[in-house]
């Protein structure tokens, strides 16, 4: 039986090596190529189960792998099947010093260079991509990072109705929440080496949890607002605005009880006004107004000498320094 390019095998056809170089193109020297003349069609190897474990579209000048049988969706199209109870890809690189994968999509202009979604209605708890940095010793590794070499453009953006969670173990150390369900941030911190810088832009919120909430649990200062420029005619350190009052809320929770005091700083309808109520809800009354023409009002003062030099007292409605 003589084989040449374009022969059809039949029952009783006997492959030998010599059989084998008239399909191919051999050079001499090991090579081979298959379908040298460009022709558009097809090259498929068949698995014990599936049918195109490997599967060359010769029109399309695709490659698909795995499980799939119509034409492949990719330059290189890699599908797997709940039987095969392996990953779909696996890659494993050895290098110490080279990236184990890289992408690189320099003509994007409006795409993705990459993009990873899942269309599964499961309400089971999954993640759509982890990344773990699989060592415990390994201090000076990133489990992430992002470069964005361009000022103006965001490293992360996040979209709408999303929410970004960072977790400690268990505890959710930072939550941002797009949709305004729970506020814009939190952040809780025990370590006075933990800081958050938000700069650039301001902070807004319509729902009714703080915009910006820090807790700390330890015996620190929990919060510093600086402005370190040198002009003697700087802007205003702390500006804070609201549509009819502007409050600022002092808590003293030194002591336990109705000893606990908090104290409205405020200002509303042109007036400064400080007063104070304890944690009961039971009233302190006003105790300071301040008003647009320069008039000051005090409320609430001892009726009697307080015998403490400084203090302020009523002497039958008229304002006293004690002296002591």
Not at 99 to 113: F, H, K, Q, R
Not at 154 to 178: F, H, M, R, Y
């Amino acid at each position: 039986m003589s084989i040449t390019k374009g022969h059809t095998f039949s029952d009783g056809d006997t492959l030998t090596a010599t059989k084998l170089n008239n399909l191919v193109d051999n050079a001499g020297d090991g090579a081979a190529v298959f379908n040298e003349s460009g022709a558009a069609v097809d090259f498929r190897i068949e698995g014990d189960t599936d049918t195109h474990m490997f599967f060359v579209d010769g029109s399309a000048d695709r490659i698909s792998i795995g499980a799939s049988t119509d034409a492949p969706a990719a330059i290189l199209e890699v599908t797997g099947d709940a039987s095969s109870a392996a990953p779909v890809l696996q890659v494993n690189n050895l290098e110490d010093t080279i990236n184990g994968v890289e992408i690189v999509s320099d003509s994007l202009t409006t795409g993705s260079a990459l993009s990873v979604k899942s269309n599964s209605s499961d309400t089971g708890t999954r993640s759509i991509a982890h990344i773990h940095q699989d060592h415990a010793s390994a201090s000076g590794a990133s489990a992430l990072k992002i470069t964005q070499d361009n000022a103006a453009a965001p490293a992360v953006e996040l979209a709408s109705n999303s929410i970004i969670k960072l977790n400690d173990n268990s505890a959710t150390a930072l939550s941002i929440d797009s949709a305004g369900k729970t506020g814009i941030m939190t952040v809780i911190t025990t370590d006075d080496n933990e800081k958050v810088v938000i700069g650039g832009a301001a902070l807004t919120y319509s729902g009714t949890a703080p915009v910006l909430g820090v807790t700390s649990g330890a015996a620190q200062t929990v919060m510093v607002i600086e402005n370190t420029a040198s002009s003697s005619d700087q802007d205003a350190i702390l500006v804070i605005t609201g549509n009819g009052d502007a409050t600022i809320q002092l808590n003293d929770k030194s002591t336990s009880g109705s000893n606990d005091a908090i104290y409205n700083i405020s200002s509303a309808d042109g007036q400064f006004h400080i007063g104070a109520i304890n944690d009961n809800g039971t009233s302190r009354g006003g105790l300071m107004t301040l008003y647009p023409d320069g008039g000051v009002k005090f409320d609430n003062l001892p009726t009697s000498d307080p015998a403490s030099a400084g203090k302020l007292w009523s002497n039958s409605g008229v304002v006293t320094v004690s002296g002591g």
